[in-house]
Every structure is written in C-alpha cells, then in structure tokens.
C-alpha cells in the first residue's frame, strides 16, 4: 500500500479563518482553553501568551503572505482598513454584557423557582388534583393511566422546564464568568462577574431538591404537630443542641455549636431556625449598609454549615463572587460533621447542592488535608 503526502497551501484569509474559530470558541463554547489551541497548535505549539491574548481580543491581526507562506503577527492599528474582516473583543464591554444578562435572566428564574416552592404545601405538589402520594405511585409503575395524565400535564411540563433551564443557565453562566476571568487577566484590574445571582438561583433549587419528595408521608396532622412542637420551642429561645440526637434539621457554626429543630420538611425549618437565630441576636438584624439583614444568606457567609439529615452544604467558599474573603469549615465543624454521619448515617454522607454521595472518611480527609479541592468538588457551583 503506497503512501501519498498530501500538500495545501494557506490563504490569506487564514488570519480571519483562526480569530473567527477562536471567537466561537471562547462565546459560543465558553472555552477559552480551546480559543487559545485555535492560534498555539496554529504556531506547532509556540505562541507566547501576551501575544494569544492581543490576538483573541484583536489587539493584533494576523496577515498571512500567499507568495512565501509566511505568518506576521501585526498591531490592527497598522492596518485600519481590514477592521470589518477581523472583528474586536472588547473585554469590558463584552463582561457588561454577560453581567447584564446574567442579572436580568436570574431575576426571571427566581421568580420561577420561588413560585414553584410555594406551590409545594407539605401534601400536594403543585396544583395536581391527586394526591403526591398517588403521585409517587404512578412514579413507580403502579398506575398507568395516572402516569400517562401526569405526562400531559401542562403545568408540570412548564415546571420541568423551568428547572432544566435553571441548572443549563447556572452551568453556563459559571463558564461565561470564568472566560471573563481569564480573559481579562492581562488587563491592569481583571475583571470578576458578580455571580451572587447565580447562588441564589442555586440556593431556590437546592430548596426544591430538599423537598425530595418526602412529605408523601406526611399529612396534616403530622405537620400541624411538628408546627406546634416547633412554635413551643421558639417561643422559650432557640439553644444549642447535640448534633449526635439526629435532629430533622440544622445550622451548624464555626464554634461547633449546633442549632436544630425536628418536624416535616413543609415546616421550612432552616428558615425557622434562622429567623430564631436573628432574634436572640446572633444575627445583626441590618447589614452593613443598613438594609433589612437575609438570616440565611448571613448564617452562609459566616461559614455555618446547613446540614438536613444526611446532606451537608456549605456557601463559606463562595464569598468571593460578592467581594468579601472566603472562610473554610473549620475544624469543630469537620469534627462534628464527621460524628454524626458516622453516628447517625452509617457513614454516608451526601455532599452540597448535588447531593453527591461519599464516606464520611473520605469527606472528613479531603476537609482536612485540601479544603479547596473539597469546596471545588462538593461545594462550588462551576
């Protein structure tokens, strides 16, 4: 079998050819790792990165000489009449934009998500006419006719929809920030998208995710009773409690202190136990800048970790995205974490906003040994 080499020679529209396929990597794709291959495998590999970066933004051009094959990298400036072939990044304005949507779609879908979970009262799940528990039993095969009348329900389709929408919104935004990130490393300030929307955005779907569908067993009886056990314990003042009793649900601080309260999950009770907290004044009732204080968003950004049964989250990481210092679990936490999943779960946890699941020797060590790879693995949102 003979072998033929195969011989082409460059256009001198290949400059244009490379920033377009560069562009539509780092816009389109949100992948500025692949913007970048588009112009270093170009040059066999050698492309230093100031020059990738002025030639991703279209700082510089590239012209290529048909005659002699060659390349030559030059100032656009030089050249102003081939500006509409070789378009301009503008960093600041192109990261105003994606700020601009991203502000502007998360006010919709938190709109969405925050409706969706006030639909959910505890015993019937959004506004089906049947039960959830009949629900859940066309879930499992038992009832096709209910399966095939779920199916077609509009509303359901819509919220379905709306869900996906928020996870694929979230995941490509969190790609767009870190493209702007990278992107305007080169510039004297860089540039960080504010992403505290996103969080929120997170923060309604992991409260949709938390419902889990486990008040199928609960009716009104059992949620009145777990509302009036509650409202008997706010009403003497919220107090520390051992984690190692398996409570419903919990705040946990830094100090290790654990503040919980049993009942159903329609009882809201990290709100409750949060709204608690700001009235013995743990919580400062206003923020910094006088405004009404969030008791959540406060109790996250002091690093207390949000433990419902099994799941364990923690927002101390993300502090950045609103411009203030992280803060790591530390070490009374890991401590007491460790203890009750090992006392209470079989040694099972299930980790963040995914609920992903692990052994608690494994969670225990990486909160240890590497608190970033454990916040980018289990907590973060990229």
């Known amino acids: 079998m003979s072998t033929e080499t195969l011989h082409f020679r460059v256009g001198a529209d290949m400059g244009i050819i490379l920033m377009n396929i560069a562009h539509e990597h780092l816009i389109y794709d949100n ?17 230093p990165e100031d020059l990738v970066m002025q030639l991703l933004t279209g700082d510089m051009i590239i012209l290529v000489d048909e ?41 919709d879908l938190k709109t969405g998500l925050n409706n969706l979970v006030r639909k959910f009262d505890g015993k ?30 509009y509303e359901l389709q819509q919220w379905q929809l709306l869900i ?23 510039l004297e300030t860089p540039i960080e ?7 929120e955005i997170a923060t309604a779907l992991q409260k949709i995710a938390r419902l889990d569908f486990e008040p199928m067993d609960t009716d009104v009886e059992t949620y009145m009773k777990a509302t009036q056990e509650i409202d008997r314990t706010l009403s003497e003042g919220i107090e ?30 990290h709100i409750q136990i949060a709204d608690a907290l700001q009235a013995k004044g743990i919580i400062p009732e ?11 968003s406060w109790l996250e950004q002091q690093g207390w970790v949000r433990i419902h049964e099994d799941n364990v989250q923690f927002a101390g990481n993300l502090n950045q995205k609103l411009g203030k210092p992280n803060v790591r679990l530390t070490e009374k936490q890991i401590t007491a974490i460790r203890d009750y999943i090992t006392n209470c779960y079989a040694c099972q946890i299930k980790a963040g906003w995914r609920r992903e699941k692990a052994s608690i020797g494994m969670f225990t060590a990486m909160a240890m040994r590497d608190p970033i790879a454990l916040n980018k693995k289990y907590f973060d949102y990229d």
């Open 31 to 47: 992948d500025f790792d692949k913007a970048v291959s588009t112009y270093t495998e170009s040059f066999g590999g050698e492309c």
């Open 240 to 269: 520390p409690v051992d984690i190692l009793d398996n409570w419903s649900a919990g705040w946990l601080s830094p100090e290790g202190e654990y503040y919980a309260l049993n009942g159903e999950i329609a009882n809201m009770l």
């Open 286 to 296: 206003t923020d910094e800048h006088g405004m009404e204080q969030n008791p959540d």
């Open 124 to 153: 019937h799940f959004m506004s089906f006419d049947f039960s959830a528990e009949a629900v859940m039993l066309a879930i499992y095969g038992n009832d096709e006719e209910m399966i095939a009348e779920i199916r077609d329900d």
């Open 164 to 186: 996906k929408l928020s996870y694929e919104f979230i995941q490509t935004s969190m790609k767009k920030a870190e493209v702007i990130r990278r992107l305007s490393g080169h």
């Open 67 to 107: 005659k002699d094959q060659m390349f030559q990298v030059v100032p656009r400036g030089e050249f102003p009449h081939l500006d509409h072939l070789y378009p301009k990044l503008n960093v600041v304005e192109y990261a105003e934009k994606i700020q601009t949507e991203i502000n502007d779609r998360c006010a």
């Open 193 to 199: 998208i504010d992403t505290y929307r996103l969080n």
